[in-house]
C-alpha cells in the first residue's frame, strides 16, 4: 500500500508509470490474441436511461438493469441484489484490469530501461 | 414628567422677561435629572477647583486627575485608566454584579464601551509576538503541505478508466463531425476464458 508511491517519487523515478500520461506501449505488445473491448449498451439506450455521463463506462448495462428493477420494485429497496451484484462484479473486474493495466505498464517500461542499458553497454 | 413641563411652561410663560417662545427655552429642565452642582464643569484650573471637583466625582483629591484639555471638550471629568470591567474581581460581591462597580465609584467617559459585553482589555494567555509566530507558523506550514501535495500527488496503482465510444465524445459535448481517433480499448489477455466465466458467473445464482 503506497509503495508505488516510493517507487515514483523516490527510488525509481524514471520507470514507474505516471497515470496522467497516456500509456504509450502498444496494447497488443506480448499477447498472442487479444480483443477490443465491446460496449453492450449502445449509445441511444443509455441516453433513454438518462445515465449519467460518468458511468456510461462498460458497464453501463448491468447499471441500466439496475436502474429498471430499482423503478420496478420501489419502495422495497431491498429488492435488486442480484442485478447490484452483477454491476458491481462487473466494476470489480473493471477496476482489476486497471491494476494490471498500470503493472503490465510498469514492467515494460523498467524492460525498455534494461533493453537500453543493454544496448549501451 | 410631562405635568410637571407644563407647568413649568405656564410659569415661564407667565412671569419671563421675554415676551412670546424664547420665555420657554430658558431653565426648563426636569428634576429626574442631576441636580447643577453634580454635572461636570470646566476644566479646572486653580487647586481649590480640583478639590472641589474631586468631591464632586466622589474620589479623593490625591487620585483626582483632569482628562487633559485639547480642546475637546471633556471639561473636569476625570482620567480614569482604560480597564475594561473583565479584569475586575469576578469573586468580590459588587453592589452591582454584572457591571462588577459599586454604588458612587466614578464612572470611566468610555464605561459603555468597557461593560462585559463589549471591549475587553483583559491580556491574553500569550504575548503578542508568540501568538504571531504560532499563526503564521501553522497558516505557513499548511501552505507548504499543500504545496507538497500538489507536486507529489498520492493516487492509487491503476491506469486511467476507459470509456466507450471515443471516450464518450459526443456525451461531453463534441463535435460530430470530429471524431479524435485513440487506441482501441483492450481486454486482458486471455478473453475468451474470461467471457465464458462472466457469462458462468452471470448464469450461477439463476436457473
Redesign the interface.
Same mark, same amino acid.
Given at each position: 500500500m503506497?509503495a508505488?508511491?516510493a517507487r515514483r517519487?523516490i527510488t525509481e523515478t524514471e520507470t514507474e508509470p505516471d497515470?496522467a500520461k497516456p500509456?504509450g506501449f502498444d496494447? !497488443?505488445f506480448g499477447?498472442?490474441?487479444?480483443? !477490443?473491448?465491446e460496449?453492450v449498451a449502445s449509445?441511444a439506450q443509455?441516453n433513454l436511461a438518462q445515465v449519467p455521463?460518468l458511468q456510461?463506462? =462498460?458497464c453501463a448495462h448491468h447499471l441500466i438493469k439496475l436502474m429498471k428493477c430499482k423503478r420496478d420494485n420501489w419502495p422495497n429497496f431491498l429488492a435488486c441484489k442480484?442485478e447490484r451484484h452483477?454491476w458491481d =462484479?462487473c466494476e470489480h473486474?473493471? =477496476?482489476v484490469?486497471?491494476?494490471?493495466?498500470?503493472?503490465r505498464?510498469r514492467r515494460l517500461q523498467m524492460r525498455k530501461k534494461r533493453v537500453e542499458e543493454a544496448q549501451a553497454a | 414628567m410631562a405635568a410637571v413641563g407644563f407647568r413649568n411652561w405656564a410659569r415661564a410663560l407667565s412671569r419671563g422677561k421675554q415676551p412670546g417662545f424664547s420665555a420657554l427655552l430658558s431653565q426648563v429642565r426636569a428634576a429626574s435629572g442631576p441636580s447643577k452642582g453634580m454635572l461636570p464643569g470646566p476644566y479646572p484650573k486653580t487647586p481649590e477647583e480640583r478639590a472641589a471637583a474631586a468631591k464632586k466625582y466622589n474620589m479623593r483629591a490625591e487620585d483626582y486627575e483632569p482628562i487633559p484639555d485639547h480642546g475637546e471638550g471633556y471639561g473636569d471629568y476625570p482620567q480614569l485608566p482604560d480597564r475594561s470591567q473583565h479584569e475586575r474581581d469576578p469573586w468580590y460581591s459588587w453592589d452591582h454584579p454584572d457591571l462588577r462597580r459599586n454604588w458612587g465609584e466614578p464612572i470611566h467617559w468610555d464605561f459603555d464601551m468597557f461593560i462585559r459585553n463589549r471591549v475587553d482589555t483583559s491580556p491574553s494567555p500569550v504575548d503578542w509576538h508568540t501568538m504571531c509566530k504560532h499563526l503564521f507558523g501553522f497558516i505557513g506550514f499548511m501552505m507548504l503541505m499543500f504545496y507538497l501535495g500538489e507536486k507529489f500527488p498520492s493516487y492509487q496503482p491503476v491506469a486511467p478508466k476507459q470509456y466507450p465510444y471515443s471516450s464518450l465524445h459526443l456525451e461531453r459535448g463534441g463535435d460530430p463531425e470530429k471524431q479524435p481517433e485513440e487506441r482501441e480499448r483492450t481486454n486482458v489477455a486471455g478473453s475468451k476464458a474470461k467471457s465464458a466465466a462472466e457469462e458462468r458467473h452471470a448464469e450461477g445464482e439463476r436457473p
Amino acid at each position: 500500500m503506497g509503495a508505488h508511491l516510493a517507487r515514483r517519487y523516490i527510488t525509481e523515478t524514471e520507470t514507474e508509470p505516471d497515470p496522467a500520461k497516456p500509456f504509450g506501449f502498444d496494447p !497488443e505488445f506480448g499477447f498472442n490474441e487479444r480483443k !477490443e473491448r465491446e460496449m453492450v449498451a449502445s449509445q441511444a439506450q443509455m441516453n433513454l436511461a438518462q445515465v449519467p455521463v460518468l458511468q456510461r463506462d =462498460y458497464c453501463a448495462h448491468h447499471l441500466i438493469k439496475l436502474m429498471k428493477c430499482k423503478r420496478d420494485n420501489w419502495p422495497n429497496f431491498l429488492a435488486c441484489k442480484h442485478e447490484r451484484h452483477d454491476w458491481d =462484479y462487473c466494476e470489480h473486474q473493471d =477496476y482489476v484490469m486497471r491494476m494490471k493495466e498500470y503493472e503490465r505498464e510498469r514492467r515494460l517500461q523498467m524492460r525498455k530501461k534494461r533493453v537500453e542499458e543493454a544496448q549501451a553497454a | 414628567m410631562a405635568a410637571v413641563g407644563f407647568r413649568n411652561w405656564a410659569r415661564a410663560l407667565s412671569r419671563g422677561k421675554q415676551p412670546g417662545f424664547s420665555a420657554l427655552l430658558s431653565q426648563v429642565r426636569a428634576a429626574s435629572g442631576p441636580s447643577k452642582g453634580m454635572l461636570p464643569g470646566p476644566y479646572p484650573k486653580t487647586p481649590e477647583e480640583r478639590a472641589a471637583a474631586a468631591k464632586k466625582y466622589n474620589m479623593r483629591a490625591e487620585d483626582y486627575e483632569p482628562i487633559p484639555d485639547h480642546g475637546e471638550g471633556y471639561g473636569d471629568y476625570p482620567q480614569l485608566p482604560d480597564r475594561s470591567q473583565h479584569e475586575r474581581d469576578p469573586w468580590y460581591s459588587w453592589d452591582h454584579p454584572d457591571l462588577r462597580r459599586n454604588w458612587g465609584e466614578p464612572i470611566h467617559w468610555d464605561f459603555d464601551m468597557f461593560i462585559r459585553n463589549r471591549v475587553d482589555t483583559s491580556p491574553s494567555p500569550v504575548d503578542w509576538h508568540t501568538m504571531c509566530k504560532h499563526l503564521f507558523g501553522f497558516i505557513g506550514f499548511m501552505m507548504l503541505m499543500f504545496y507538497l501535495g500538489e507536486k507529489f500527488p498520492s493516487y492509487q496503482p491503476v491506469a486511467p478508466k476507459q470509456y466507450p465510444y471515443s471516450s464518450l465524445h459526443l456525451e461531453r459535448g463534441g463535435d460530430p463531425e470530429k471524431q479524435p481517433e485513440e487506441r482501441e480499448r483492450t481486454n486482458v489477455a486471455g478473453s475468451k476464458a474470461k467471457s465464458a466465466a462472466e457469462e458462468r458467473h452471470a448464469e450461477g445464482e439463476r436457473p
